[in-house]
């Protein structure tokens, strides 16, 4: 059975006044905001509001999963002893409310728990979002949204006020820390480099992690020892960025499958283009409803290669967001490699193979990419985005090597790590970049919207 935790809120500007709620459904293992909801309701009372943003929590949990367990966590006192059943429901407007929130699961499937106010500011924020919006005459709008951003840095601050950063800032933590001597900190990476042992293994066009001889992975292809050419400098080491505003974060979208994806073919941008097959079409349908849901996201930028537009044109189509597409997202050139699967390169092409396996600046037979000219163009683009979208949330919908690229160089990795990270058809990785050139990984590989 799956588990979620729902977080819910409500309040009232006047008491009664112009109310609203807000409500997120979370994983209970990583913290992961699987969906938010928020409504400015008119005036109303704060517990009218509070059951509201009840009620909303738990039809969100339904609609993700019926049959799972739910922990509904909520700073009303009152809310959560009368659900529980403790204390006697006497007002008029509580007892249809909380008749229709007990209806919306069966009863043994939740469990309610009181939590302090600051606790609960996700909801909170939603809520006041929600109310926000009302003031406007409008309503709340997922795409919007800023409630899983702000309460994440809040809990990054609370972090660093822990350790002692609240007088100093982020800054000077990590400044401290750095000076601890890094073993990583300015170290020359290569541009893609990738040390991959054993030769003749590579990653499918899927992106997983394969083990074994004879494999390969055409997003990302293997790359070998590290190479001497420097790629873009290495972010900061220290402790995380607390106080440094809203960052830029860019959430990596890999398209969904296409005919050559589970037939493991290398699949560039010099090939056929192809598009998305029925599974993948259903896998973009997915990745946009969980989106939708999330409510985070601001713009949308594209590969230009078919498979991409089409499942950003998906997310877009739900977000009611417009697409742009940026050439520096495509996927390398595989060259005379283009559609074929790594055993057919080995015997068609051996020595170029045995080359491109060796160094990141060989190229595919017959005038493909190298990955260190991936490397480079994908950190070009990296930066070209962080000036355009500063302190904005974007999805950027792009292959298996420029999100690898993307999470290793943010993370100021060495080269091999590229290879040590799985990557599945439409899995979504995130990651948030601040002013002072600091990067977070937030999320990688994250698959759980096609379950």
């Known amino acids: 059975m799956r588990e979620f935790v729902v977080e819910a809120d409500g309040g009232s500007r006047g008491n009664p006044g112009p109310a609203g709620y807000g409500a997120v459904v979370l994983d209970p293992k990583s913290g992961e905001p699987l969906a938010e909801v928020a409504e400015y309701i ?4 704060n517990n009218v509001a509070e059951y509201k943003g009840l009620i909303a929590g738990l039809k969100a949990a339904k609609a993700l999963d019926p049959g799972a367990s739910v922990r509904v966590r909520m700073d009303s006192k009152l809310v959560v002893e009368q659900m529980s059943g403790r204390w006697k429901i006497k007002h008029p407007d509580m007892k249809p409310l909380a ?22 500011k996700h909801a909170d924020r939603l809520a006041n979002e929600a109310m926000d919006a009302g003031k406007k005459g409008k309503q709340w709008e997922p ?6 951003l702000d309460t994440l840095d809040a809990r990054d601050a609370e972090a660093a006020r822990v350790v002692g950063d609240a007088a100093a800032g982020a800054a000077k933590a990590r400044a401290a820390l750095a000076g601890g001597g890094s073993a990583s900190a300015g170290r020359a990476e290569s541009s893609v480099g990738a040390g991959l042992s054993g030769a003749g293994r590579a990653e499918s066009s899927v992106g997983a992690g394969l083990s074994g001889a004879g494999r390969a992975e055409s997003s990302v292809g293997a790359g070998a020892a590290a190479s001497s050419e420097a790629a873009p400098t290495a972010p900061p080491v220290g402790w995380g960025p607390a106080d440094l505003g809203a960052p830029a974060t860019f959430v990596l979208l890999r398209h969904g499958e296409t005919p050559l994806t589970p037939e493991k073919r290398f699949s560039g941008s010099g090939g056929s283009d192809p598009s998305l097959s029925p599974v993948g079409l259903r896998q973009a349908d997915a990745v946009a409803a969980a989106l939708a849901a999330r409510g985070t996201i601001e713009e949308i930028v594209s590969s230009p290669l078919k498979r991409c537009r089409e499942t950003a044109e998906a997310v877009a189509a739900r977000l009611n967001l417009d697409v742009r597409i940026e050439e520096g997202l495509r996927e390398a050139d595989f060259g005379a490699w283009e559609g074929l699967t790594f055993a057919e390169v080995q015997e068609r092409y051996g020595d170029d193979l045995t080359a491109w396996l060796a160094s990141p600046k060989a190229t595919p037979s017959g005038g493909g990419e190298s990955f260190a000219t991936v490397a480079r163009r994908v950190a070009a683009t990296r930066d070209k985005l962080l000036a355009r979208y500063a302190g904005r949330t974007v999805l950027l919908v792009t292959h298996v090597a420029p999100v690898k690229t993307f999470v290793r160089l943010a993370l100021g990795a060495p080269p091999e790590s590229l290879f040590r990270m799985e990557l599945s058809a439409a899995s979504i990785s995130v990651v948030a970049y601040y002013s002072d050139g600091t990067a977070s990984l937030r999320l990688l590989n994250d698959t759980s919207h096609l379950r």
């Open 99 to 120: 008749a229709e929130a007990a209806r919306i699961l069966p009863s043994g499937q939740v469990t309610y728990e009181w939590i302090p106010r600051e606790k609960n």
């Open 42 to 45: 008119g005036v109303a009372t």
């Open 143 to 148: 795409s919007r949204s800023t409630a899983a």
